[in-house]
């Protein structure tokens, strides 16, 4: 079982990525998902949630710029980044409940880098 991430990135204040997370394994099914970020030198955050349900959090500093999405025939989430900042520089990680072999557990994806220049 893994999480895989693609889309990061470097892009100017201002600009957008999106970035993807594919669940792939033995998985019987997929509760939450949720992207993290860490910046250097900063703890780990949530950024944003989706439940199962489709019910969407986020932290306040991104509200309005980035939404989270899913596509359950996939098996994937989306961080949709729009209006990007020089302060959205982080390490962003996937993260996923997932009931593998009928147990659930927690997942984290490898992390990919976004940087965002001035």
């Known amino acids: 079982v893994q999480l895989v991430e693609s889309g990061g990135g470097l892009v100017q204040a201002g600009g957008s990525l999106r970035l993807s997370c594919a669940a792939s394994?033995?998985?019987?099914?997929?509760?939450?998902m949720d992207w993290y970020r860490q910046a250097p030198g900063k703890r780990r955050e949530l950024v944003a949630k989706v439940t199962s349900g489709d019910v969407t959090t986020y932290v306040d500093s991104v509200k309005g710029r980035f939404t989270i999405s899913r596509d359950n025939a996939k098996n994937t989430v989306y961080l949709q980044m729009n209006s990007l900042k020089p302060e959205d520089t982080a390490v962003y990680y996937c993260?996923?409940?997932?009931?593998?072999?009928?147990?659930?557990?927690?997942?984290w994806g490898q992390g990919t880098q976004v940087t965002v220049s001035a």
């Open positions: 993260h996923a409940e997932l009931l593998v072999r009928y147990i659930w557990s927690y997942y």
């Open positions: 394994g033995s998985i019987n099914s997929i509760g939450a």
